[in-house]
């Protein structure tokens, strides 16, 4: 599969992120990674359908919008037609997953999955058919900077291997924690679409995301 960078924007300057988007963009990072949060599901609330809306228009990027909202269903429509390229709803968020994935396909954006640290492959196994992504969180959601919960790359590796066997070709996303340091065992487990907040925004963002794309060649 290959392997893509998805900053997230959540650690940018929101005062200058069309500028910021276009650093990311000429470093060649592929994905925008949109963590919408809502109080209620994880503590923080972050931005939603207007921020989303306005940026864009600022980047041609895979505009992958992770939704850490409780009853997820009720905004689907909105952010694909806001722009969002894949749209990952939470399992342990949604009272019908199924159903959910099924309205993400319809709005015509790719649909995607997230799992929490303690939440077991088990709740996924049987809608893995349907979906585009699997999103492992590699800490529990709500903050940036955290430290990667280094069990979660087991999820991530029992995944990959579950995926093999039923020959099944979906990406795999890691989000939380993700550096410099973090990022080789996250892809020796079988990640391809990897998140870094932190890790891209805090420092020379362009440099960043080159020392980053240079361990996924
Ligand atoms: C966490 C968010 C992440 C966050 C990652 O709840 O889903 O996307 O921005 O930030 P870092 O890379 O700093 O851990
Ligand atoms: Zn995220």
Do not use: W
Request: charged letters at 25%.
């Amino acid at each position: 599969m290959e392997k893509c960078l998805a900053p997230s924007i959540l650690s940018a300057d929101f005062g200058i992120l069309k500028q910021q988007l276009e650093v990311i963009d000429e470093a060649g990072a592929q994905y925008v990674h949109f963590d919408v949060m809502d109080g209620v599901f994880v503590p923080s609330i972050s931005f939603g359908l207007p921020v989303l809306k306005t940026i864009r228009k600022y980047t041609d990027r895979m505009m992958d919008v992770h939704l850490m909202i409780v009853d997820p269903e009720r905004y689907v429509k909105d952010f694909a037609e806001a722009g969002a390229d894949i749209i990952t709803v939470h399992a342990e968020a949604c009272k019908h997953l199924d159903a959910t994935i099924e309205l993400i396909k319809a709005s015509g954006a790719m649909a995607g999955v997230a799992i929490n640290p303690a939440t077991p492959l088990s709740a996924i196994s049987h809608v893995l058919e349907k979906v585009d992504m699997v999103l492992i969180m590699t800490v529990n959601p709500g903050f940036g900077g955290q430290s990667l919960i280094p069990y979660t790359l087991d999820k991530v590796r029992e995944l990959s291997q579950l995926l093999n066997q039923k020959g099944l070709k979906i990406d795999i996303e890691v989000d939380g924690g993700i550096n410099k340091d973090t990022i080789d065992d996250a892809l020796d487990a079988g990640a391809n679409i990897i998140v870094a907040g932190s890790a891209v925004f805090n420092g020379d963002i362009s440099a960043n995301v080159e020392a980053l794309m240079e361990k996924m060649r």
